[in-house]
């Protein structure tokens, strides 16, 4: 009964605290304006430099992952002398598919093949959902194609409604990776040499991913005790989705390269990799939340008393950024995309009734991650808000009302300095973003490059618009109590309006 | 490897951290506080309280003077860490009219100056007089000539040629009262001027150094059509309506009707050199004549009756 308190009030937490930044800057500006204009002062000062400290981590990120990216590393792992061999290590990639075109799937499989390791020693796991009708046909047939690539491809079917799971991927990747581990344990393969590369069904490795996967997870000391992470790139389709699209993914992207600067803080994210020995230890993905990709971190990290870290690594995964047909549809999937990525507040809730029941970890440390949860969900749900929508109208209204104002006044001009002075921070963007675009289809223009740069005009509109308020969307719907199912995002490549061919003859 | 990397990055990440967290503490209140108008006054010690105008001009790229010295910046521009107090504003711009005015900054405020220049037209010259010009009476003292200028700043004697400009002072008088102001009368020592329905003075004694308090000399619910100085000032005679009233230049609120006309059309002349007061009036029913009288006559003796 206790516990069930206490998780009602985590849910409310976060949704209170985000309702609580934007609500004390509106009732602060309808009651007294000067502490409404002061407060949004501070908050922009704030921002501005949290901004450039991120901007300094995106380039250092940046800067090292081009420096390390390219790097031999199959040659580099063939010389190094560690306690596990390079080749004795087995890479299982599990892709959880739902509804996903073959085509699409086909293509992440060609990238796949396309790797600079031996294929010998990938396996392929195609996770279907029984849920999905003539899935065991579709994945047949795509096995048939890749079959004498890898060292093998196994497919799964997650029979729907098992009980205590929710229809999600996390429920999908445990059924998978369970069934994965009866069929070493038959071909007495040592889960210990098993590193899981969970993927989404459109991830596309970078071609000296498992080379640098095997490094960071040969090298790492307590290789048991971690979580691989790349950067995931949204680009696979970067030439056929509309710009605002585009925007918010190569955000995300951002996001992640500032985040691995953080490693102490540094959680999975999307694509990521494990070793299957963990994976086991810790009962696999939960099945009965969203936000499977992140809650494998806590679930590590509590299970190893917080001796748990997510290693980032030198080279990205690319993956398709979510679209539609036309430009609304496109904006009501990355809305909902990005509300279901923003329902890893769960994560708090998780941690906070873990953390809870558990008596042995510090205090001070619970306290911290706990922070660093809310700081991140609030921050998510409330700065866009701030900045794009709420700073203008007081800018706005506060000239209706207090004209004469020296502090509106000089918050309008500390305003228009900031802008300038994030004109820097997105040049900086722009340059970083040219690195993660693909070669240019031959049928495209060079004109195109012009709205990749113009692009990131929306920057204000698109991070209100489909970063803060889905965030804010899906911590509001938490402290209602409100049950959110996953939203699988659609995934297909649509030209002028149709889903786009690809080869099927498989 | 891996944890020396992680460890020397660490260092510098924090460092980092704390530069910027650094920063915020110490920027921020410096930022709020000249935010807010505060300023350091390094000669007292103390933060006092500014304002700020914000000066915009048409056509832009104005030449500023403030307080008589001249601004490198041009307009449109920001003046920041005003002390409280009245300036003198100036835009020059070649081709347009110059404009000036005198501001009046408080504290925490920001005054916004938008003007409008008007370009030169070929032979007219313009008055460089501040704020706005209600009315002005050209005057004729002995052998000096001048313009007498009511603004909303105060009052301006200019000669006749605009070459030489003088302020008088402020008053606080209103556009309602200074539009309203239909003549003028000036002697040595004092200034009369009036509307339909009231009579203002200044003297030495209702003006300060920099402010003109207009002293309510006369009131009424007829229509004032004239008043003149009499008898070397000492008395103040005002035609108003079908009465001449006259008032003691000392007592003011001391006065005697002096005539009562006949007619809404008569006429009313007053020679100061010979004292002499000339009157149309009607006579019969449709017959107007002229009259004259000495007013001296007239005064001294209803002051005896």
Redesign the interface.
């Known amino acids: 009964m206790e516990e069930k308190k206490i998780k009602r009030v985590l849910e409310i937490i976060p949704a209170f605290f985000s309702w609580l930044v934007i609500i004390t800057f509106v009732v602060s500006f309808a009651f007294w304006p000067r502490g409404a204009v002061?407060l949004l002062?501070?908050y922009l000062?704030?921002w501005t430099?949290?901004l450039?400290?991120m901007s300094?981590?995106l380039v250092i990120a940046h800067l090292r992952m081009r420096r390390k990216r390219d790097w031999d590393w199959e040659k580099i792992i063939r010389s190094l002398k560690s306690s596990l061999q390079w080749d004795e290590v087995i890479h299982a990639v599990l892709y959880p598919v739902y509804r996903e075109p073959a085509s699409l799937i086909v293509e992440s499989l060609q990238a796949l093949a396309g790797v600079n390791y031996p294929k010998n020693k990938i396996m392929v796991i195609l996770a279907g959902e029984e849920r999905e009708r003539g899935i065991e046909e579709k994945l047949g047939r795509i096995k048939n194609k890749f079959k004498d690539i890898f060292f093998d491809i196994i497919i799964t079917i997650h029979p729907k409604d098992l009980e205590g799971e929710i229809p999600a991927k996390g429920a999908n990747s445990t059924y998978a990776a369970k069934k994965l581990v009866e069929y070493l344990r038959e071909k007495k393969i040592a889960l210990e040499k098993v590193v899981v590369s969970c993927f989404d069904a459109d991830t596309r490795p970078h071609r000296n991913y498992f080379a640098n996967l095997t490094y960071h997870f040969l090298?790492?000391?307590k290789r048991y005790q971690a979580s691989f992470q790349p950067i995931p790139v949204y680009s696979n389709n970067i030439y056929k989705v509309p710009a605002l699209a585009r925007i918010i993914e190569m955000g995300s992207t951002f996001w992640q390269l500032v985040e691995s600067?953080?490693?102490?803080k540094f959680v999975t994210f999307s694509s990521h990799a494990i070793s299957l020995k963990t994976l086991v230890e810790v009962d696999f993905w939960p099945v009965d939340l969203i936000s499977d990709d992140s809650l494998i971190f806590w679930k590590c990290f509590l299970k190893f008393r917080s001796d748990y870290r997510t290693l980032a690594l030198d080279v990205p995964v690319y993956m398709d950024i979510a679209a539609g047909k036309n430009l609304w549809e496109t904006l009501k999937i990355q809305y909902l995309q990005k509300r279901r990525w923003a329902q890893g507040v769960e994560n708090f809730v998780f941690l906070g009734i873990n953390f809870w029941k558990d008596k042995e970890l510090p205090l001070s440390l619970k306290i911290s991650k706990l922070y660093q949860l809310l700081d991140n969900n609030v921050n998510w749900a409330t700065w866009a808000i701030v900045i794009s929508i709420i700073s203008p109208f007081i800018i706005t209204a506060g000239n209706l009302t207090m004209?004469?104002?020296?502090?509106l006044?000089?918050?309008s001009?500390?305003n228009n300095i900031i802008s300038h002075a994030l004109v820097f921070v997105i040049v900086l963007s722009i340059l970083i973003s040219w690195e993660f675009l693909p070669p240019r289809p031959l049928h495209l223009s060079r004109l195109i490059y012009i709205s990749f740069i113009l692009q990131w005009l929306l920057i204000p509109l698109v991070s209100a618009l489909l970063g803060s308020l889905p965030a804010l969307d899906a911590q509001t719907r938490l402290m209602l109590g409100r049950n959110v199912s996953f939203y699988y995002t659609p995934k297909g490549r649509y030209k002028e309006g149709k889903r786009e061919k690809v080869d099927l003859t498989l | 490897m891996k944890n020396k990397e992680d460890n020397s990055f660490l260092a510098f990440r924090r460092f980092l951290f704390w530069i910027f967290v650094a920063s915020f503490f110490i920027f921020t209140p410096l930022i709020l506080l000249h935010s807010l108008g505060y300023k350091f006054d390094k000669k007292h010690k103390i933060f006092v309280k500014t304002g700020a105008v914000f000066i915009k001009t048409t056509p832009a790229k104005a030449v500023i003077y403030w307080k008589g010295e001249r601004l490198k910046n041009l307009s449109p521009c920001i003046l920041r860490d005003i002390l409280p107090g009245e300036y003198k504003l100036r835009m020059e711009k070649k081709n347009f009219y110059p404009y000036s005015l005198i501001l009046k900054i408080k504290p925490s405020e920001v005054k916004t100056v938008e003007v409008t220049l008007l370009p030169k037209i070929k032979g007219f010259d313009k008055a460089d007089v501040e704020c706005n010009v209600y009315k002005f009476f050209y005057t004729r003292h002995f052998f000096r000539e001048k313009i007498l200028l009511f603004t909303s700043c105060g009052l301006y004697t200019l000669s006749p040629d605009f070459g030489s400009i003088h302020h008088i002072g402020r008053w606080s008088l209103g556009a309602a009262v200074l539009s309203s102001i239909v003549g003028l009368r000036e002697n040595n020592q004092t200034i009369i001027f009036w509307s339909h329905n009231a009579a203002w003075r200044i003297t030495k004694t209702t003006k300060s150094r920099s402010e003109i308090l207009p002293e309510l000399i006369y009131k009424t619910n007829e229509k004032i059509n004239d008043i003149f100085f009499a008898l070397e000032g000492r008395y103040i005679i005002v035609w108003d309506g079908l009465n001449i009233i006259a008032l003691d230049s000392r007592f003011p609120q001391a006065k005697f009707n002096l005539y009562q006309l006949k007619s809404v059309n008569a006429m009313v002349f007053y020679s100061s050199g010979s004292d002499t007061l000339y009157i149309k009036d009607k006579i019969s029913s449709n017959h107007y004549s002229l009259f004259e009288t000495k007013l001296s006559r007239l005064i001294y003796g209803r002051e005896k009756n």
């Open positions: 002061i002062m501070v000062i704030y430099l949290r450039f400290y300094i981590l090298t790492y000391p600067m953080r490693y102490e004209k004469d104002s020296l502090v006044f000089n918050l001009y500390i």
